[in-house]
């Protein structure tokens, strides 16, 4: 079945619906991190920072990865997806720290 407009980050911020894409860049991070924890090993009840906890725990990532991790989850969140609390800026940040913290993930443990 292809993805609804809705389900694709770019084109919501493309629409200017910022706060439904940085909510989608953060599942999109999530995910990501998820698939590469369980690929490794990793529980399947364990999803979202308990995954990443559980890669860095076994080696997986250092501790410094583990806290930028960390870090760019609790930025991501910080506004919330209430409408009208991002703009194309900050939503832009949170595009490129995710797609870039992504590739990292990929290319160490993928």
């Known amino acids: 079945m292809p993805a609804t407009t809705s389900s694709k980050p770019g084109r919501a911020f493309d629409r200017g619906d910022y ?7 953060r599942a999109a991070f999530d995910a990501a991190y998820d698939v590469l924890a369980h ?5 399947v009840e364990r999803t979202g920072g308990q995954a990443r906890r559980w890669l860095a725990d076994n ?5 410094d990865e583990s806290e930028l991790l960390k870090t760019f989850f609790a930025f991501a969140g910080r506004a919330g997806s209430h409408a009208g609390l991002s703009d194309a800026v900050d939503s832009q940040l949170r595009r490129h720290f995710a797609t870039a913290l992504m590739a990292f993930g990929i290319s160490k443990l993928g």
């Open 59 to 63: 080696g997986f990532l250092e501790e």
């Open 19 to 25: 706060e439904a894409a940085n909510s989608q860049y």
């Open 39 to 43: 690929g490794k090993g990793c529980p």
